[in-house]
């Protein structure tokens, strides 16, 4: 007898901070056309983070417009809140991953500065439903990514990336680091691929932006440990599903571009104590707060002792 197996439930989560108002638009448009290319049901969320305990806008008529421009953008969407005190990437991932593990097939992190590729949920239920016949429902994915700081991202990064050289600095040309790239320019990428090329990594190795998780990984009890307050909350999710699951598969679909405009010139709106600055540059900008640096020390010192039963993690009381 043959089987007709449903379609794959997707939930997909993203946080928006406040000053993330210029560049969540795109992210949505990315987000709506892969919607409208699958037939099967996909959960979206969103946490529109409010607060000014630690970034501040340049002034209070500035910010409700920032905050009215984002709630604009996602009308559309029924699963949206408000969130006013301290709610960090960490904070929404954990809590995303516990909740829609239950009512879905698979969890993606969306981010605010990606670009979703069209054909993602089409190749995602491919991808869960060969899963499932193979008996293998615990595993992680990720799509090919854009040009990363070292060899040890090759893996990860799509083939047009891969042999481009590294530039410092570089913001014009499309392969750099610090490129911002358009949806048009992603779809005209993919839109070339006609095969799927899709590999297992013989370890896991990912960052937050675009991460595919089975609901199974955070069923058996891998998630973001609530010592991670802040950022690493990718590695210390790695950390935590090998620990407990060990080296499940991490597949990689390398020839479907998934775009992380990290250093996009307007990722960071109005931020007071940021006028100025190259807006290109993230680092630098957050490094203009005493808070960010702190915040930054704590949570590396907390991931590198997550496992150290000496340790008592840090906190934003001790930041702030």
């Not at 020390?297 to 906190?315: A, D, G, I």
Request: with cysteine; hydrophobic share 35%; net charge negative.
């Amino acid at each position: 007898m043959n089987y007709i197996m449903k379609k794959t439930k997707f939930a997909i989560g993203c946080l928006v901070q406040w000053y993330e108002c210029d560049i969540i638009g795109e992210y949505v448009e990315s987000l709506q056309e892969a919607i409208k290319e699958y037939n099967g049901e996909i959960i979206v969320d969103f946490t529109i983070f409010t607060g000014e305990q630690l970034e501040k806008c340049i002034s209070a008529k500035k910010k409700n417009e920032c905050i009215e421009k984002i709630g604009n953008i996602l009308l559309e969407f029924d699963n949206v809140r408000s969130i006013n005190k301290i709610h960090s990437i960490a904070d929404y991932r954990r809590e995303f991953n516990d909740h829609y593990c239950e009512i879905s097939d698979v969890l993606v992190w969306g981010e605010s500065d990606a670009l979703l590729p069209k054909q993602m949920f089409i190749v995602l239920d491919q991808l869960h439903q060969q899963s499932i016949k193979i008996n293998n429902p615990k595993y992680l994915a990720f799509f090919g990514g854009c040009k990363m700081w070292d060899d040890s991202w090759k893996n990860l990064e799509h083939p047009d990336f891969t042999d481009k050289p590294f530039i410092e600095g570089d913001t014009k040309n499309w392969w750099s680091l610090r490129y911002t790239m358009s949806k048009d320019e992603m779809n005209k990428i993919n839109d070339k691929t006609d095969e799927l090329d899709v590999i297992t990594l013989p370890h896991h190795k990912f960052n937050g932006c675009g991460l595919i998780i089975s609901s199974e990984v955070i069923k058996a009890g891998a998630n973001i440990p609530r010592g991670m307050f802040f950022v690493h909350e990718d590695t210390a999710f790695m950390y935590m599903t090998n620990k407990i699951l060990g080296n499940i598969p991490q597949y990689v679909i390398r020839n479907i571009l998934l775009v992380h405009n990290r250093k996009h010139h307007s990722k960071r709106c109005s931020v007071k104590g940021e006028e100025g600055i190259d807006p290109t540059n993230t680092g630098l900008l957050r490094d203009q707060h005493n808070w960010y640096k702190k915040a930054y020390e704590y949570s590396t010192q907390n991931l590198n002792n997550l496992f150290n039963p000496n340790y008592k993690f840090k906190t934003w009381k001790d930041v702030l």
